[in-house]
């Protein structure tokens, strides 16, 4: 209650409190814990309580726009990856012959042997699993993900122009995704990513 009068000393002797100390004297006054602080200015002033709410929120909402913007970055960086990894597709894997079908087949398939090699499971897999999500599987991919993926793409571009079948080149994604994602997740890398 706000008429309950307890003294700083009074309330340190009584439940040895040590978030809060009081000197006298010329240079003396009475210090808080932050936290201690915090919620005595909010008892006190319902105008600092809103504003410290506001502020806290406000902190929030930035925290997680320069999170929104690095996975916006991240994503864009494995789509530019992504020409790099269809030129050679281009180059290697599709012959003039084919219909534009069969084309989107052969890079359907190469985006899901990339999908397979990090997440487990193809893009047709994933949306049945999760059919109340938007957009696809890489849409809902980590930072750390994104930033594998995006590798995955230049290296299995190099895998097809170097004419490694692609149950080979599957192994040694797969193998590849492991490792990146071992060392981005236990050295703390995706931590300073993010």
Not at 117 to 146: S, V
Not at 152 to 179: K, V, Y
């Amino acid at each position: 209650m706000n008429s309950y009068k307890l003294s700083v000393k009074e309330w340190i002797e009584k439940t040895n409190g040590i978030g809060l100390k009081a000197t006298a004297g010329r240079y003396g006054g009475t210090y808080a814990h932050k936290d201690i602080a915090f919620e005595f200015g909010m008892w006190i002033s319902a105008e600092f309580k809103v504003y410290l709410i506001k502020e806290f929120q406000r902190l929030k909402e930035n925290e997680n726009d320069s999170l929104r913007q690095e996975w916006n970055f991240q994503r864009t960086l494995a789509k530019v990856n992504y020409r790099i990894h269809t030129d050679a597709i281009k180059e290697k894997l599709t012959p003039p012959i084919l219909s534009k079908q069969q084309i989107h087949s052969i890079y359907a398939n190469e985006a899901d042997l990339l999908n397979v090699a990090l997440f487990g499971l193809t893009a047709k897999e994933w949306r049945e699993l999760n059919p109340k999500m938007e957009g696809n599987i890489r849409d809902q991919a980590t930072i750390e993900q994104l930033v594998v993926l995006s590798n995955l793409e230049s290296i299995n571009a190099m895998l097809i122009h170097q004419g490694i079948d692609q149950s080979q080149r599957l192994q040694q994604l797969n193998a590849m995704a492991i490792t990146q994602m071992k060392s981005l997740l236990n050295n703390g890398t995706g931590k300073k990513l993010k």
